[in-house]
Structure formats: structure tokens, C-alpha cells
């Protein structure tokens, strides 16, 4: 099956601090890179969609100036949580759409936890 | 934009019992419908999917069912094993473009 990587797994990181998220689809091309956060005992919720090579669409609610993304290639898609906060503390999950089958994977998620 | 809701919230059965988990969506022009099971701190795994030109379909213990003038659709696991304890997320979307997910079930199986 398609090989998704997200890394960090999980990360501690100091109130103020940015923290940056990477998702690379290892053996096939994304078109499409949407992702979504999941606090504790709740469902996903989408953040942003985002393209290949454009900006990113983010959903209600999600301030773009506080999670940067970058899709910079078909391979790798960045999340960056700026001037985190302890609410900021969630579960990331990246979700790359294959450009071959439309088909939609997960990452394996980004704890953070900011302090 | 589409919502999703998910019925029930937690869901405790016997082992060899059925579950059967609904959902409803709201946007008539969806056409794509998975199920998700995720473990604590994992990502979901997708474990069944549905079409809108599909009415049934069934993978050995796990079935789903869609019905698209009522704008709703079911996962339906029989023979429940308690490794089938985790929590199920249903998801509607457009041709895999802003899915959006239900609330989530925690099903839990009783040995």
C-alpha cells in the first residue's frame, strides 16, 4: 500500500515556539494535501486544503497566519504551528490524495503538546 | 458546506453480537462514503468505502449500506470480536475533496 510519512510523531514544545510538521508521500505523487486536527475523544476536523505549488485554503475558524502550510512539491506538504500555544496542543494528521487514483491516505499524526 | 452526523456516540456489545453504527450527511451532491476505525493515538485506518451509484457492500464481517434519497449510510460489523474495539469514524465527501467526518462511535466489545 502507499506510504505515507509524518514526523515529528509527537513534539513538547515550549509556549511561543513554532513548531514545524513535515508529511512526504514516499512512493506516489500528491495532488492534494488536506489536514486536519483531532483534540482528545473528537472527531477530525479539516484545517486547510492545499494544492500543489498554491496557496493553501484554510477552513473557518483556522488562521492562516498561525498554521503556515507549504506544498512545495508532489511529495512533501509542511504544517507550521507559529507562536504555539497550549491550546494549540492537538493531534495533526496529514491526508495526501494520490494524482495517479484520487485515493486519500493518512499520515500517522503529530502529537503536540505545547507547554 | 457537508455535515456529518454520527449516531451512536458509544456503542458496548457482546462478542459474536452486531454493531450498526449511522450516519447522515446533508450534502446531496456527495458521492464518496468511508468508514475509518482508529486506535488510540493512531491514524484511521479505512476499512470499508461506498459509492454513490453503490447501494450495498460487504466485506466479510463488515457491511455498509447507503441510501441516497434519505441521504444516510451504515456500517453494519457482524460477529464482533473484541479487537473490533476502537473508535469508527463515518466520512462524506465529494470526489475525495473536503471530507468531512462524523462525530466518531467508540465501540468497545465485550469478551
Known amino acids: 500500500g502507499a506510504v505515507v510519512s509524518q514526523h515529528p510523531s509527537w513534539v513538547i514544545c515550549k509556549s511561543g515556539t513554532s513548531v514545524k510538521i513535515e508529511c512526504r508521500s514516499l512512493?506516489?505523487?500528491?495532488?492534494?494535501m488536506f489536514w486536519y486536527r483531532q483534540f482528545p475523544k473528537q472527531s477530525l476536523m479539516l484545517m486547510a486544503t492545499?494544492?500543489?505549488?498554491?496557496?493553501?485554503?484554510?477552513e473557518q475558524g483556522v488562521e492562516k497566519d498561525k498554521f503556515l502550510i507549504n506544498h512545495a512539491s508532489l511529495t512533501l506538504s509542511t504544517l507550521t504551528v507559529t507562536s504555539a500555544h497550549p491550546e494549540d496542543s492537538s493531534f495533526y494528521i496529514c491526508s495526501p490524495t494520490s494524482r495517479n487514483t484520487g485515493e486519500l491516505f493518512f499520515g500517522e499524526g503529530s502529537r503536540l503538546t505545547v507547554l | 458546506g457537508e455535515n456529518v452526523e454520527q449516531h451512536p456516540s458509544t456503542l458496548s456489545v457482546q462478542e459474536g453480537d452486531s454493531a450498526v453504527i449511522k450516519c447522515t450527511y446533508s450534502d446531496s451532491a456527495s458521492n464518496y462514503f468511508p468508514w475509518y476505525k482508529q486506535e488510540l493515538g493512531k491514524r484511521p485506518q479505512l476499512i470499508i468505502d461506498i459509492r454513490s451509484n453503490v447501494g450495498e457492500k460487504k466485506d466479510q464481517r463488515i457491511a455498509v449500506t447507503l441510501n441516497k434519497t434519505a441521504k444516510h449510510f451504515s456500517l453494519h460489523i457482524t460477529e464482533t470480536q473484541p479487537e473490533d474495539s476502537a473508535v469508527y469514524f463515518c466520512?462524506?465527501?465529494?470526489?475525495?475533496?473536503?471530507?468531512?467526518f462524523g462525530a466518531g462511535t467508540r465501540l468497545t466489545v465485550k469478551p
Open positions: 466520512a462524506a465527501s465529494k470526489n475525495n475533496n473536503d471530507m468531512r
Open positions: 512512493d506516489f505523487q500528491a495532488t492534494t
Open positions: 492545499s494544492n500543489e505549488g498554491s496557496k493553501a485554503t484554510y
